[in-house]
DNA sequence: GTCTATATAGGGATAGAC
DNA sequence: GTCTATCCCTATATAGAC
């Protein structure tokens, strides 16, 4: 069925509503951005954002659930250890990428899921599907003779790499001034997250991740 | 000089006040937590409480130099390596205990730090002193044998170290309801963190962190 | 769909009496 | 030192015209 012009003009209205308000979150932090400001930067109406969004929390779940989708994706599962430590590395920065991307969620997090119990059980389902990926992940290496850990071990393991990886941007937000933060922080993550893993693998594999991360040392 | 009667009388009502913010502080946020709730739940008249603080910033402030106070420790020089693994792990329970008292503050740490530069400034040096004996912890354990690292890597584990204890409670308190969460969480916390020193600690001493921490597996 | 104007509410903070 | 009363500002959200 064919759109007429005013539903296009909604969908696009309803966009840039979103973007912007994604642009002026990861800057300034959701909680000190107004719906005024946002609908200034847009040139529009606050009465106009509203005929689009009931309120405020509406965009943000909107974006959440945009995050959602892009962060709801599966490490490949490899052949051979030195393919998985590579998909490992890729994996990894993707999802930073996508933290990256919508980096407000995580200032506050407490709060916004504390606030919104939708999307504290949402996140709480990511996560759970991370560390059952993480956990897989290593499965797979030790059973291809590149790791040594046990069961446990590895449960302890991909729990600190999720609280690094969830929290890096957080911290060098505040080692760094917030505004100096880009993209290119997320090296250091990942070298930080896969230096958690480092120590549990053998030989071959341990040198090919060392490799890989040498050029984000900082 | 003697303290006269009047000026005891203020201090104990700062004091109260000091004592009721933390604590509604933790529980509830600080953003959640107006001054109005904090004067009620002393059975006090909000003017009352401005006679005594400014503004709602210097009752943060108040609260976050006793956390500067409290925090400020150095784990204790030890002789030998099994004592040097139990200094560890004793000077990371009075962290996190600390941490925890004040939870409020990490609740939020980026937009406490980014509204005030003087906390921020505060913040980062405890940081600076806290990755620094961590460095000293493990560089004497190397000495003593009973480490294998390289400076590189002790560096990038210090850095693991405060992320993980910085944010644990935060993770906790995503993955548990907040209202769950309490001191016990405390010994999970630092059986994460010092599970990222275990795999570089040689024989005894990796033996013996293991049974220190056992009991605190979850 | 978009605008202008405004209602509403909450919270930080102050004035002035006692 | 403590109280009551209230100011003031900001931010969310709505009403109603165009």
Redesign the pocket.
Known sequence: MALDG??L??RR?VERILAESLRLFNARGEANV???TIAGAL??????L???F????RIVEALFERFEARIDMDPQPSGGAAQAIEDLWLYLHLVLEAIWEYRFLYRNLDDLLARNRRLRDVFNRIIDHKLAAVDALCADLVAAGAMRATPEEIRVLARNVLVVATYWLNYQSIRKRRDDLSAADLGTGAHQVLSLVAPYLLGEARAHLDALSRPYID
Chains 1, 2 share one sequence.
């Open positions: 005013n539903t003009r909604t209205t107004t719906t005024a040139e529009m109406s606050p009465g106009n509203y005929y689009h009931r309120n405020k929390e």
